[in-house]
Nanobody, 115 residues
């Protein structure tokens, strides 16, 4: 049974920081591409950042220079360090694991940035 469990969301003032974590089980974590997505009310879900099993990363233009994705294969965990948060970063952030045709999602964690 595959499980992805996110944590670390919350309420923060603009300019603040949060660190999201996603712990995976039931998958061969070090082979998976891990990603963070977000969805704000009324908006489509968008890719925030991803990290390949090689360690290479990609970021949405809107978060480049502010967010950092990383992974700890020994702990089956992917992180998203979010700095200089803006009100427009407010959304539900979800973790995704992908390997070939298989894709798994966590339940999401709410991030709210007040102005």
């Amino acid at each position: 049974q595959v499980q992805l469990v996110e944590s670390g969301g919350g309420l923060v003032q603009a300019g603040g920081s949060l660190r999201l974590s996603c712990v995976a089980s039931g998958i061969i974590f070090n082979l998976n591409t891990m990603s963070w997505y977000r969805q704000a009310p009324g908006n489509q879900r968008e890719l925030v950042a991803l990290i390949f099993n090689s360690g290479g990363t990609n970021y949405a233009d809107s978060v480049k220079g502010r967010f950092t994705i990383s992974r700890d294969n020994a702990e089956n965990t992917v992180y998203l360090q979010m700095n200089s948060l803006k009100p427009e970063d407010t959304a539900i952030y979800s973790c995704n694991a992908r390997l070939g045709g298989a894709s798994y999602w966590g339940q999401g964690t709410q991030v709210t940035v007040s102005s």
